[in-house]
């Protein structure tokens, strides 16, 4: 077992880049494991993509890579999405957290980040651990149109049916084009 939760919350990193969606879906996938439930009701457990573009217009995330649907976040939104929603369990305003967000270096960041959700970072952490050394995981391929395929490694939270739809529609979409479909 490893003695810092930092490097298993690492781990989430090599799944970068993510756009909105993917980026609140991350999310939720580690508030969820962590049972992150905020004390202010009108705060959301789970975020979403809409939150995520109002957390950057805000001043409590980066601006992305990219503008629009090309938009795209990394680890460090991960780590700043993640803060809010740690800050927000905790009874903390939106305000008071985007003051805190200033203060923090990147490394003092990611140890609060990570010390939040030791628990659901070190679940099956060992498992974890061993898979990554052993193997990269199974790619699928999906066609989105001729000559464009979508490659999906299994142990990616973008491999569920609905975010394979999603982005072979989006791709579909971003091409604008009937006659290749």
Known sequence: ????????????????????????????????????????????????????????????????EGTGTSATYGYRHLLQLLFVKIRQREGQPLEKIRDEMRELTGDALERRVAASLAPALTMGADTAVAHDAVTEGMWHRFTVANGIELHVRDDSPASRDDAVIAMREAVRATLGRDDIR
Request: charged share 15%; net charge positive; hydrophobic share 45%.
């Open 1 to 64: 077992m490893a003695d810092s939760p930092v490097p298993l919350l690492r781990a989430h990193g090599r799944h970068a880049p993510w756009n909105a969606r993917g980026l609140a879906g991350h999310a939720t996938s580690l508030v969820n494991a962590a049972a992150m439930r905020p004390t202010n009701a009108a705060a959301r457990a789970e975020p979403s993509a809409r939150a995520v573009r109002y957390y950057v217009a805000s001043g409590l995330l980066d601006r992305p």
